[in-house]
């Protein structure tokens, strides 16, 4: 393992995404139960995409995390996704993998069919305040967003805690390239997401990017001015903030 430190940001290069999942699954682990060694519950961000598939199935794993003392939450969901890709949508991603495989005190879904999006984001912000976040689990995606909020719709100073977002096409592309959807016309064209700020103000945040289709993002993420240009550039000011890398996804840097 390679480890460097940019700005505040803690970089950990491993040889695949395997190893990549295992080591990132450590340092969450260690931080899950600190954590409820001083408090009584605390609350947990997931992000959902085949890049958290390794450290999701590390985490799920060990059988010492008293899931019962955690509040699970996911950071973004499609808006108007058909039935037809409904397996496509982000709390059924994460019910697959995680919130369904361990007994977490609370599963808190953002409601992909909610009528009124705007009143949806209203409800899980205030669900949020009402449960200060201990831990992000996220990634990073090809446009160098976090969660939904894309380049051309990043805030690092937004007041909300939760919005509707439009999704751009290189977003929209992605989720077609990691297998979810068939064609990009399939791909919803909104959604819900957390804000930059409210991802930040999380306690501990563990970004896992693995793959070579992450390259650039990463190397902007690392090298880039910081701004929402690479929305990514946010976690080198953010205290107790961890990238995890592999082979692929680090050879540009």
């Known amino acids: 393992m390679k480890e460097f430190v940019k700005d505040k940001l803690t970089v950990k290069i491993m040889e695949n995404r395997t190893e990549m999942g295992k080591v990132a699954a450590v340092d969450i682990h260690d931080c899950i139960v600190n954590l409820l060694s001083e408090k009584d519950e605390i609350n947990m961000i997931f992000a959902a995409a085949p890049s958290q598939n390794d450290v999701l199935a590390s985490l799920v794993a060990y059988d010492d995390i008293e899931w019962n003392r955690v509040n699970a939450f996911h950071m973004d969901e499609y808006i108007g996704l058909d039935k037809e890709f409904e397996k496509a949508g ?66 690092f100073n937004d007041e ?59 190397k902007n993420t690392i090298n880039n001015e910081i701004n929402e240009e690479c929305p990514a550039t946010i976690l080198r000011v953010s205290d107790n903030a961890v990238l995890y890398l592999d082979n692929e996804s680090s050879v540009l840097l």
């Open 90 to 155: 982000f709390g059924n991603f994460l019910n697959d993998h995680i919130f369904g495989k361990v007994n977490f005190k609370s599963v808190n879904y953002i409601n992909a069919i909610a009528t009124d999006s705007e009143k949806e984001c209203e409800r899980y912000s205030c669900l949020l305040k009402e449960n200060p976040t201990d831990i992000v689990v996220m990634g990073i995606g090809e446009n160098g967003h976090i969660a939904f909020n894309d380049p051309w719709v990043a805030d």
């Open 160 to 218: 909300k805690i939760a919005k509707v977002v439009p999704l751009d096409d290189v977003c929209r592309q992605q989720q077609v390239n990691d297998g979810c959807f068939p064609s990009v016309d399939k791909v919803p064209k909104n959604a819900i997401t957390l804000t930059c700020p409210t991802l930040m103000k999380s306690t501990y945040k563990f970004c896992i990017v693995p793959a070579k289709t992450k390259a650039e993002a990463v």
